[in-house]
């Protein structure tokens, strides 16, 4: 991968590459992976950069604090995906998410898109299916597109962008290996929204070039819905992967009513589920019960800011 981003004026960059060395020791030592941690160092260094003041003659050095993980410190990752005609890296565009996705529930059939539209408190849901030819994956998406728009909520397909464009659905969901073969521009003109899945800070990060309309962060705790390569994630992590993006974050992975509380207290933008609805003897009741804890977070938060 390359890192890069603007230049920034000051010249006070002595002790740069030994910062960069040590704080990348220092990431890996915390549990990183060596591409995440090179990233965060980097942003470490354009920190102290950025932040730093002149003593003396010459070039100074960097100004050493706690790490901030600011957004305008944050590189720009290239990587393998850019060699597809299809990505067009920054100069892609896709609309902004304006309001929260609140209680984001992820199904695999038209009936759960009909049966959660109707519930008060969802705006936005997610329809994945996988495995299934085209013609009876389209037949599933056009009923879902059509329920989800009679009750004014959003739907984001995952992975079938075609069919996503053609049925005017309200988004596509791509998970990173299907960075590189859907065709992102093809989207983008469509108008639709884009999510995409990340794990990590170099996944992030290259989301980010794509300027998509959120991404998706987790797993947040373990999951059994789908087999990760990536190690639970936790509520630390959320909320300073929510602090690098400076976009809407899903937190999704393993959450349910046991714990929809600890996340809800990050204030993500949505909080994706799948299991943790659709494996409920009563999902409605679940929901109702989850939305309640969600609003309470949400209120605590308001008052502490207030309070800061």
Known sequence: MWLSGKRNPSNNNHGAGCTLSAATAAFIGLGHSLPDALILSKMYVNQGIRLSEQYGAGPGPLEHRPMMFDPQDRPHVSTQFEANPNFSGLGLSFPSCDDPLGLYPVVDSAE????????????????????????????????????????????????????????????????????????????????????????????????????????????????????????????????????????????????????????????????AMISGVLSEENPEQAIAQMLSSMKNQATKTEKKGVTS
Not at 173 to 188: P, R, T
Not at 210 to 236: C, E, N, R, W
Not at 241 to 255: D, F, L, N, Q
């Open 112 to 271: 759960w898109v009909e049966r959660l539209s109707v519930l008060p408190g969802i705006t936005a849901i997610q329809l994945r299916i996988k495995d299934m030819p085209e013609e009876a994956a389209a037949k599933i998406i056009k009923t879902a597109v059509e329920q989800a728009k009679k009750h004014g909520v959003r739907l984001f397909v995952n992975d079938h962008w075609r069919l996503a464009i053609s049925m005017g659905a309200h988004g596509v969901h791509l998970g990173q290996e299907d960075l590189g073969q859907a065709d992102l521009k093809a989207i983008a003109k469509a108008g639709l929204h884009l999510g995409i899945s990340t794990h990590s800070a170099y996944e992030m990060l290259h989301a980010l070039s794509m300027s998509p309309s959120y991404v998706a962060f987790g797993p947040i705790y373990h999951t059994q819905s789908k087999v990760l390569h990536f190690a639970p994630k936790g509520i630390d992590d959320l909320d300073l992967y929510r602090k690098i993006a400076s976009i809407p974050i899903v937190a999704i992975g393993g959450i349910n009513k046991t714990n929809i509380d600890e996340v809800a207290s990050v204030n993500p933008s949505g909080i």
